[in-house]
C-alpha cells in the first residue's frame, strides 16, 4: 500500500536546537585535540553581562574561553566574522567574571570554533581581552 506524502513540512530545528548542535560539536572536536571542558554556557549574573560557551583547559593549563559560531553559508561575512567587537567584550566581561574564583591566574586565551558549510575550524587565540 502506498501513502499520500503528506503536506506537512518536517519539523524544523529551532535556532537554540542548531546552537546546542553546533556547540556539541565544536566540544567533540576540542576534546579530540586533548582539551578538558571546565564549564559550558557560563553565563555572568544579571542584565547586560556576558555568556561564553565553552571553557576548556589545554594539558598544559591555560584556560580557553570559546566563542562557537555556525552559519550556513560564508555569504554575509562568515562565521567568524559574526563575532564582533561588542560580543568580543561581552566574552572578556565574562571570562573575568570566571577568573575571579582563582587566587592565581592561570594563563588564558580566546578561541573561537566555526561551524560552515560542513567544515569546523578552531582559530587560536582569536582575540584578546584589550
Given at each position: 500500500?502506498?501513502?499520500?506524502?503528506?503536506?506537512?513540512?518536517?519539523?524544523?530545528?529551532?535556532?537554540?536546537?542548531?546552537?546546542?548542535?553546533?556547540?556539541?560539536?565544536?566540544?567533540?572536536?576540542?576534546?579530540?585535540?586533548?582539551?578538558?571542558?571546565?564549564?559550558?554556557?557560563?553565563?555572568?549574573?544579571?542584565r547586560?553581562?556576558?555568556?561564553?560557551?565553552?571553557?576548556?583547559?589545554?594539558?598544559?593549563?591555560?584556560?580557553?574561553?570559546?566563542?562557537?559560531?555556525?552559519?550556513?553559508?560564508?555569504?554575509?561575512?562568515?562565521?567568524?566574522?559574526?563575532?564582533?567587537f561588542?560580543?568580543?567584550?561581552?566574552?572578556?566581561?565574562?571570562?573575568?567574571?570566571?577568573?575571579?574564583?582563582?587566587?592565581?591566574?592561570?594563563?588564558?586565551?580566546?578561541?573561537?570554533?566555526?561551524?560552515?558549510?560542513?567544515?569546523?575550524?578552531?582559530?587560536?587565540?582569536?582575540?584578546?581581552?584589550?
Amino acid at each position: 500500500m502506498v501513502f499520500p506524502q503528506s503536506k506537512v513540512p518536517l519539523k524544523r530545528r529551532t535556532t537554540k536546537q542548531s546552537g546546542d548542535a553546533g556547540e556539541a560539536l565544536a566540544l567533540q572536536h576540542l576534546q579530540q585535540a586533548g582539551l578538558l571542558l571546565l564549564e559550558r554556557n557560563y553565563r555572568t549574573p544579571g542584565r547586560g553581562g556576558g555568556e561564553i560557551d565553552l571553557i576548556m583547559r589545554t594539558p598544559d593549563g591555560t584556560c580557553v574561553f570559546v566563542e562557537v559560531r555556525q552559519r550556513k553559508s560564508a555569504s554575509h561575512g562568515g562565521a567568524a566574522a559574526s563575532v564582533s567587537f561588542a560580543k568580543q567584550r561581552h566574552i572578556v566581561f565574562a571570562a573575568r567574571h570566571y577568573l575571579m574564583r582563582f587566587a592565581s591566574l592561570p594563563p588564558c586565551r580566546f578561541d573561537v570554533v566555526t561551524l560552515e558549510s560542513g567544515v569546523i575550524e578552531w582559530l587560536q587565540a582569536a582575540f584578546d581581552a584589550g
